[in-house]
């Protein structure tokens, strides 16, 4: 919101009791200026612990940033941030991990600061309510262990299909990624893997389409 415009702000100060001589240097807010699914991700978990950021600023793929410096895709943002020094941004998990940038612990509703990695966001999945379609943000997770910034990915597929190779080849496809060897896959590639439970219930979601 522009409230806090320097890293030595008392307030960061607060919540860094280990660090007495935190820098006077200004923050530069950089953001994404095309529409995504991070802007989506991010912005929802805003709206969700500030309500004056819901109010005045809102959700969504695309939104009226109150403030910084905009620019296209991971590779924008992440250029921009090294060109000014004391700026801070958001790119994606798989972008941040696979780019080796380094990134801030983040305080999620439980209290508890938490870093970013593949345990942190399963724990995000694992501790929320997931209705039958799967369609939920869980953003602001209640896990003590959860990162507080965390989305699914979804396959969109309606239940029934006409019964032909092409719809065997998609569900064999489905299970497929739900295997223990596929998930450690994902892992690699910077998705965290889905928790057991969860799987269950995509597994038993695919069963219906036919």
């Not at 978990?45 to 939104?63: A, D, F, M, P, R």
């Not at 941040?96 to 801030?104: I, T």
């Not at 569900?171 to 990624?177: A, C, G, S």
């Not at 596929?182 to 038993?204: I, T």
Request: a negative charge.
């Amino acid at each position: 919101m522009g409230k806090i415009t320097s890293w030595n702000d008392p307030q960061i100060a607060a919540y860094n009791p280990g660090f007495s001589n935190l820098p006077a240097i200004p923050i530069t807010v950089i953001h994404r200026s095309d529409g995504c699914a991070s802007t989506q991700i991010f912005s929802d978990y805003l709206s969700k612990v500030s309500g004056e950021w819901q109010h005045q600023v809102g959700e969504g793929t695309s939104i009226n940033w109150p403030l910084g410096l905009g620019a296209k895709g991971d590779e924008g943002v992440s250029a921009l941030l090294k060109q000014y020094h004391g700026s801070i941004t958001y790119v994606d998990f798989q972008y941040a991990a696979s780019s080796a940038m380094d990134s801030a612990m983040l305080q999620n509703r439980s209290g508890h600061f938490i870093k970013a990695d593949l345990r942190s966001l399963s724990v995000a999945a694992a501790s929320s309510e997931i209705p039958d379609d799967f369609r939920v943000w869980i953003t602001n997770a209640p896990g003590s262990e959860a990162y507080p910034i965390a989305s699914f990915m979804w396959f969109l597929a309606p239940d029934s299909y006409p019964s032909d190779r092409e719809t065997r080849d998609f569900v064999e496809f489905l299970r497929w990624t739900t295997w223990s060897d596929s998930q450690m896959v994902a892992a690699k590639l910077g998705f965290a893997p889905l928790p057991k439970e969860l799987l269950d219930r995509v597994n038993q979601a695919i069963s219906r389409i036919h």
